[in-house]
């Protein structure tokens, strides 16, 4: 028995008349070093359009070499840098975690470069949904009461006061309130044991101050234990926030013990419940949405399939004057020099690379590596480094000017695209997003994140489709048919701006027909607890 090399398996196949089907694999640039398999591949098989024969088993959505790569060389995808060779590769062979490793080298920020003129749709064509005009001018996607904590020790009476208000519970509770989406507790594991002046709290307290204000909500409750460091009304003041019919505030101790506290907050929400059920639906421009973008659980197909497709769609929400929010600054670490060039002004790109700096000083701080990201999922689906990662994530943002770089949970006021600084982790991510503002979530997925996002509803992206047929359960909307053939980006990409408005308009994602949204308020986390 001897093996037979995949530079003799070349040769024999170009000296017969190879009959055997070619297995598909896409090429995303011609410079690259790599193609990415479309279908598991078995070693001998030839790779269509591609002068190379699989050597061994390699998985759908893994990497192939295409040409020789010595020891230390540089490989591509999308044209950019995902790694380097550890040690020889040869053309045909899987490239994955075992033969690339991470690497230095340096990036052209080239601020502003490609930064261009948006052809923006005219205000009177541009397209509209249905959406919920507070007093303050400001537009609502959903309609829900919310129950904030201060601390975690609050968390236990917040949620029984949300759950005797469950439709299904007690359908009885809300029935005479159909406009309201529903009364949701979102909690914490924090809010003591912190430095008060530190920035942990302040964080912290920003987040729980975007929440109080979101238009998502007709109103809120905070509730406290009351001896904890989070303050309530040191959280109010240091964001600018007092209470009001709208915005209530109590503690535990100062009400007398869990079962009053249940019976005080159950009542001061049924106290809410008639204001908060009148609103309507009026037809409002999309240059009032904002949309946080997400990817979770991602694979080799994330960067050709539903990250471009978010991509397309966002192009189209920026042209009609809407916002869209790219964040988890880990998984643009490496692909960062193609948003710096993108910067509306070098200012804009400078804070971006300030916050790869902060991050790269984070992880030297505590010991860890940028490239923990991607995770063990996203290896099996396909991805090696945090550079592959990066430039299949950045998809997402399209192809439009970055105008703006935004710290975890700060208000976001500009239009266009912009950047919040956040960790890589989805439900962290996502809580900094709505914080900051936005009414609905966009998030791409390929090995099948199951998510949702009170107060803020989430459309789930599938990238290819043997997830949608697994796991259509939680999906609404299959980007797969981008490398099975029958569809292609742009198109997709429009069909996603239009579920954004039919979402914005009241129509029910997955995620919220399965209850998603509480749980995953998650706020980062950062500093020492004492």
């Not at 070619?22 to 790779?47: C, K, N, S």
């Not at 991509?311 to 643009?332: F, K, M, N, Q």
């Not at 590596?369 to 430039?391: D, H, Y």
């Not at 995953?520 to 986390?525: L, M, N, Y």
């Amino acid at each position: 028995m001897h093996s037979t090399s995949t530079a003799e398996l070349t040769r024999q196949a170009r000296q017969t008349d190879d009959t055997r089907p070619r297995a598909r694999a896409i090429r995303l640039h011609p410079a690259d070093d790599v193609v990415v398999a479309l279908e598991q591949l078995i070693g001998g098989m030839p790779i269509e359009g591609e002068n190379v024969i699989a050597s061994g088993l390699i998985p759908p959505g893994h990497k192939v070499a295409t040409r020789a790569l010595a020891t230390g060389a540089p490989v591509h995808r999308y044209g950019q840098i995902i790694g380097f060779a550890r040690q020889p590769i040869a053309a045909g062979e899987h490239v994955h975690t075992h033969n690339l490793d991470m690497g230095e080298f340096s990036r052209d920020y080239a601020y502003g470069l490609a930064a261009r003129a948006t052809d923006y749709v005219p205000e009177s064509q541009r397209a509209t949904f249905e959406g919920i005009v507070r007093a303050d001018g400001r537009v609502a996607t959903r309609n829900y009461i919310g129950i904030l904590t201060s601390v975690n020790c609050s968390a236990t009476v917040a949620r029984a006061i949300a759950d005797h208000f469950r439709r299904d519970i007690h359908p009885e509770a809300l029935a005479d309130y159909p406009n309201v989406d529903g009364v949701v507790a979102l909690t914490h594991g924090v809010g003591c044991a912190v430095d008060t002046e530190g920035e942990a709290l302040a964080l912290l307290q920003r987040t729980l101050g975007g929440y109080a204000c979101h238009t998502n909500f007709a109103s809120v409750l905070v509730i406290g234990l009351g001896c904890e460091t989070n303050q309530i009304p040191r959280l109010l003041e240091t964001q600018g926030l007092k209470e009001h019919a709208g915005l209530r505030t109590f503690t535990i101790q100062d009400t007398g013990g869990t079962a009053k506290t249940i019976a005080k907050g159950i009542d001061i929400v049924k106290s809410m419940l008639a204001d908060a059920n009148a609103v309507h639906r009026q037809p409002v421009s999309a240059s009032h949405l904002s949309v946080g973008l997400q990817c979770g659980g991602s694979d080799g197909y994330s960067g050709i399939t539903a990250n471009p497709v978010l991509g397309a769609a966002v192009d189209r929400l920026v042209r009609h004057g809407g916002t869209a929010i790219l964040s988890e600054t880990p998984e643009i670490y490496g692909a960062e020099h193609l948003l710096t060039r993108r910067a509306l002004t070098r200012e804009v790109g400078e804070k971006l690379v300030a916050r790869i700096h902060w991050w790269e000083d984070y992880c030297a701080r505590h010991n860890a590596a940028m490239n923990n990201n991607p995770s063990a999922g996203n290896k099996a689906g396909g991805l090696t480094t945090v550079l592959e990662k990066s430039l299949g994530g950045i998809a997402k943002a399209g192809s439009t000017n970055l105008v703006e770089v935004y710290e975890y949970a700060q208000p976001v006021s500009a239009k266009g695209l912009v950047f919040m600084d956040t960790p890589g982790y989805d439900p962290i991510s996502a809580t900094g997003q709505v914080a900051g503002g936005a009414n609905l979530i966009c998030f791409t997925t390929g090995r099948g994140s199951a998510y949702g996002c009170a107060p803020t509803p989430s459309l789930k992206l599938a990238t290819n489709s043997a997830l949608w047929k697994r796991q259509s359960d939680d999906m609404d909307l299959n980007c797969g048919g981008v490398v099975d053939g029958g569809d292609d980006i742009d198109t997709l990409g429009e069909v996603l701006f239009r579920m954004m408005l039919d979402t914005a308009s009241g129509k029910r994602t997955r995620s919220e027909l399965h209850g998603y949204g509480q749980n995953e308020f998650v706020p980062w986390q950062i500093g020492a607890i004492t």
